[in-house]
């Protein structure tokens, strides 16, 4: 079975700073691997998601994402927060994104507090 | 365009109570999922419906949850009786197809006391 793991359960980082959030994935054909992002109160965000190609996706709001396979990771980059930032992120893992496999897994979650 | 709407946002019963979400997808939108999200967890995929069908429902307690979407378009959640255990949020969404980017609706958030 597919599982996602965030190690950090809550990250500060001032503002301006930059910020890496760690997903690690586990599943054993080739995965397709998303990060989200939930503001309070909101629904969850696509920022970006990885099927294939190119290791580095890059997606909204300046975020980025890097592919590992060797080390089973797609951790989320951003060069420098803002407030608005803060935030719960996300990662999640599908199955298959064939017609009746297509199932989201999605990890505990980071809570992001950003500070002046 | 409108988003995901859900009704209502909050929602506060007392236990054994029947209570109803509602689910209204992005126009054109096949491919609907109910997510049930706990606190300081991530979303649990609960049903998805492709058009009128309930193509997964593994993770639905079908003993009391129950859901519809009529015509393929609106769907609705229910549980009868409600337990204090299923508080939580509930988070509808839609997509194109199965293999498109899925768009989430605010969420119902149920609080049983």
């Known amino acids: 079975a597919q599982s996602v793991t965030q190690p950090d359960i809550h990250i500060t980082v001032s503002e301006g700073a930059s910020l890496e959030l760690r997903c690690n994935y586990s599943?054993?054909?080739?995965?397709?691997l998303f990060w989200y992002v939930q503001s309070p109160g909101q629904g969850l965000q696509l920022l970006l998601k990885?099927?294939?190609?190119?290791?580095l996706v890059q997606g909204i709001k300046g975020f980025e994402a890097e592919f590992k396979r060797s080390q089973s990771s797609f951790n989320l980059r951003k060069p420098s927060v803002h407030w608005s930032d803060a935030a719960e992120y996300f990662c999640?893992?599908?199955?298959?994104?064939?017609?009746?496999?297509?199932?989201?897994?999605f990890g505990t979650g980071t809570r992001l507090t950003i500070i002046p | 365009e409108a988003g995901v709407v859900q009704s209502p946002r909050y929602k506060i019963i007392e236990k054994k109570q029947p209570v109803a979400f509602w689910c209204n997808p992005i126009?054109?939108?096949?491919?609907l999922y109910w997510y049930l999200q706990n606190l300081g967890q991530g979303p649990e995929l609960l049903i998805r419906?492709?058009?009128?069908?309930?193509?997964?429902d593994s993770q639905l307690p079908k003993d009391r949850f129950s859901a519809e979407r009529l015509k393929g378009v609106d769907s609705t959640l229910k549980i009868q009786p409600a337990e204090l255990g299923d508080s939580a949020v509930y988070l509808c969404?839609?997509?194109?197809?199965?293999?498109?980017?899925?768009?989430f609706g605010q969420g119902t958030r149920l609080t049983v006391v």
């Open positions: 969404a839609s997509s194109l197809t199965g293999r498109t980017e899925a768009f």
């Open positions: 599943y054993g054909a080739t995965p397709y």
């Open positions: 990885y099927f294939s190609g190119d290791t």
């Open positions: 999640a893992v599908a199955s298959g994104w064939d017609f009746g496999n297509e199932k989201l897994t």
């Open positions: 126009s054109g939108h096949n491919t």
């Open positions: 419906y492709e058009n009128e069908e309930a193509v997964d």
